[in-house]
């Protein structure tokens, strides 16, 4: 693996590096016409946020959680986790950075629908290999009863509500402890009662956990209740604010 990044000294004090950070980046898809996704990003993303990326549809949202992601590849530009240069990795260096540094949660669960709750959520620990399947069923476990789940660790995802299913995606997507969980509008198939509480558990994967949290999500009333909210427009950031978010 790629060494580990030096902090930078400032006034001979440390200064912790951004989680994620996009140098200039753009990603253009090739074709007979090719298309711009997004054009000249510069974002860097630090411990215990929860940032909100709101745009139009097509403004190049989700594009660029995918590249934060290390999901796709910038055209230009560089992207660093934690310091690491990602364009210097290769595959299998990209893909062990996914599994210990972040998490990911997607508008529709994505869970397998032929294994149990508590199997699903062990998928990325199996991946990672880290831990004993003992170890792997007590972290899973663990996980889904503190997201009210214990009751259903044993279910199939079609034996669950939607919002069940979309906090089982959480479990999984914690499930190798990373500090940063990257969620792609994860409220978008839920009612309001069911998207009220997936919010709140990643409110409180913030306040309580310590953790970085990144939405793409269309809906503004969620997205004012973020501590910083990043606007997109024809896949281009054009406002970048702190708010006061809801706790």
Known sequence: MSAAPQQT????????????EARNVTRI??????????????LAVGDNEF??????????????????????????????IKGHATARMDEEERAFTRLTLLGFVFQFHFLL??????????????????????????????????????????????QLSGGQRQRVAVARALANEPPVILADEPTGSLDSKASEQVFQVLRDLVDKHGKTVVAVTHDVSLAARMDRRIEL???????????????
């Open 113 to 158: 629908p032929e294994l149990t709750v508590l199997d699903n959520v062990m998928l990325p620990m199996r991946a990672l290999a880290r831990l004993s399947r003992d170890g792997m069923k007590s972290r899973a476990a663990d996980l889904l009863g503190s997201l009210g789940l214990g009751d259903h660790m044993n279910k199939r995802p079609d």
């Open 233 to 247: 427009i024809d896949g281009a950031i054009v406002s970048d604010q702190a708010l006061k978010g809801s706790r």
């Open 9 to 20: 000294q400032t006034a001979g004090a440390a200064v912790a590096l951004p989680l994620i």
């Open 29 to 42: 898809l090739s074709g007979v016409v090719p298309t711009t996704l997004v054009h000249d990003i510069d």
């Open 51 to 80: 940032v909100a990326i709101t745009g139009p549809s097509g403004s190049g949202k989700s594009s660029l959680l995918y590249l934060l992601g290390l999901l796709d590849l910038p055209t230009s530009g560089e992207l660093l």
